[in-house]
């Protein structure tokens, strides 16, 4: 066992509220960090690889904690924890994507101080959430000085560990509209239990017959920009839904990928498991939209 | 900065800087070193403690997110001399052998049983799954909780 590590001093301020977290973000100005269940950022401050003057601590914001449908829409709130996204009926009726992505990532403690929000806005390129939101075409809410604006997840991520959300704004919702003909899974390879990804897949499809109308492919780990795998999408809107076109948006979205290597693997193996992935998560989702899964 | 805790239904007041970590605040200002330390990063499990009533690992908390809030240690599981069942059940069942996993695993268990009294092998499996234990291979953990669901009965039997 190393030395005890702690972080570097900083300041600790407690929100009560979205608009008090604001203020004192507004307060602090760029030397500020939120912090949520802090499962990535407090072992950052471990690292120093995060040296943050003061710590806003949103826990206490029971108002951002909420999975729910607003009419056609399906709404989570930035503190949801992981434990309860995948608790959560209307998220396995709607997006079982989500349900296949929080069992494999962590592990049930760890899931239980994890939020969603934290999941997006830390933005590892090893992220689950991030690659299953963008699958889904969701969008992310975000509060700031100005008032709220809207970014589709698939621009949210500008780079690895960056956001578009800017210091002095929080990510307060993320939102997915629910469509009916749809089916959602998610795929993936991991070397131990609770270990980040080797690499994953998350796909949806909306069927029209046996028709896909339309379709969304995320990806992680594996180099795929925004998380996001148009190209594979783009190839499967309007074609039959067999198994032939399946392999071949697989082939697709692999070949646009650039992984890197490292302890997790070489780049050419996560290439192939960015391809097969795809196939198995989208051979998963069609079943769904078929009701057969 | 100042800070209250409820642990184990006993206010604690004390001074402390933001970042001390909430695993260090309950050993060693607390004395409460029933909660144990190891990893430091949230992979093993040794330090687990409730926080509002929720399994979480405690050097991945800070103790100002503590404030004003209510943790439940292995201090405070027995009910005075009365062990808890979960603490029989490691005891009968040698559900441990150098005692390091020991409280985190407890903990674990006595919210699983708390909220899914009669656990398949498999829910106790995934519900320690972030927990590490060097010693047992898991068998007996796993016996001990189930030996704890069933307060004996059907363990003690065969
Ligand atoms: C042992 C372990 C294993 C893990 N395995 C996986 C895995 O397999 N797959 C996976 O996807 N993740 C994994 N994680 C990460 C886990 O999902 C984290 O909980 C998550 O990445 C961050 O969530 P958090 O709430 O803890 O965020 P925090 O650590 O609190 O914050 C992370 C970042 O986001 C910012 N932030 C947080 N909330 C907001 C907000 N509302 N608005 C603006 N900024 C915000 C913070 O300032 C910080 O920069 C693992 C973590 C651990 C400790
Ligand atoms: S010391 Fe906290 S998980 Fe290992
Ligand atoms: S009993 Fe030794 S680590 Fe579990």
């Known amino acids: 066992m190393g030395p005890m590590q ?59 904690a909420y999975v729910r449908l607003d009419g056609d829409v399906l709404a989570v709130g930035a503190m949801t924890r992981h434990a309860d996204l995948l608790a959560s009926p209307l998220v396995g009726e709607h997006y079982p994507i989500f349900h296949d992505a929080e069992r494999v990532i962590a592990d049930p403690v760890v899931r239980n101080r994890g939020t969603v929000g934290g999941s997006l806005c830390q933005a590892d390129p090893s992220e689950d959430l991030s690659a299953a939101f963008a699958a889904v075409d969701a969008a992310a809410v975000v509060r700031g000085p100005d008032g709220v604006r809207r970014v589709p997840v698939r621009e949210f991520h500008t780079g690895p560990y960056e956001t578009v959300v800017a210091p002095g704004e929080l990510l ?12 959602s899974a998610y795929e993936k390879v991991e070397r131990r239990v609770g270990d980040w990804a080797v690499a994953a897949a998350g796909a949806a499809v909306w069927l029209a017959g046996d028709t896909i109308a339309d379709a969304g492919i995320g990806l992680t780990a594996v180099g795929a920009a925004h998380f996001h795998a148009p190209a594979a999408e783009e190839f ?23 992984p890197v290597a490292d302890q997790r693997g070489p780049a050419d193996y996560k290439k192939h498991l960015a391809g097969e992935l795809t196939v198995r998560a989208l ?11 | 900065m100042q800070i209250t805790v409820t642990v184990n239904g006993d206010e604690h007041t004390a001074d402390v800087e933001p970042r001390l970590l909430l695993v260090h605040f309950l050993r060693d200002k607390l004395g409460l070193t029933g909660t144990h330390w190891g990893c430091d990063t949230s992979n093993c499990g040794v330090c687990v403690v409730w926080l509002d009533g929720t399994p979480v690992k405690s050097c991945t908390v800070l103790a100002v997110m503590a404030d004003g809030h209510t943790v439940r240690t292995v201090e405070g ?17 040698h559900g441990l052998q150098c005692g390091f996993c020991t409280p985190g695993m407890m903990m674990t268990a006595r ?30 953990i796993v016996r001990s909780v189930r030996w704890a669901a069933s307060r004996g009965t059907e363990v003690s039997a065969s």
């Not at chain 1, 307060?172 to 089916?183: K, Q, S």
């Not at chain 2, 049983?113 to 060097?134: K, T």
């Open chain 1, 6 to 64: 702690v972080p570097a001093h900083f300041e600790y301020e407690r929100a009560t509220s979205v608009d008090h977290a604001l203020a004192l973000l507004a307060k602090w100005g760029s030397e500020a960090r939120v912090v949520a269940g802090g499962h990535s950022l407090i072992p950052m401050m471990k690292l120093r690889l995060a040296r943050p003057e003061a710590l806003v601590d949103i826990n206490d914001l029971e108002e951002l």
């Open chain 1, 172 to 183: 307060v919702e993320v939102v997915v509209p629910v469509r009916p003909g749809g089916g």
């Open chain 2, 77 to 93: 599981l027995a009910d005075g001399a009365a062990l808890d069942p979960v603490q029989e059940g490691f005891v009968r069942c």
């Open chain 1, 236 to 258: 499967l809107r309007g074609s039959a839904a067999t198994d032939s076109v399946l392999v071949e948006a697989g082939r697709i979205a692999a070949e646009r990928c650039e």
């Open chain 1, 283 to 293: 051979r998963r989702a069609v079943a769904r939209a078929r009701g057969v899964a």
């Open chain 2, 111 to 140: 919210w699983l049983l708390d909220h899914n009294p009669d656990p398949s092998e498999d829910e106790i499996r995934e519900a320690i799954s972030g927990q590490s234990c060097r010693c047992t291979g898991y068998e007996n």
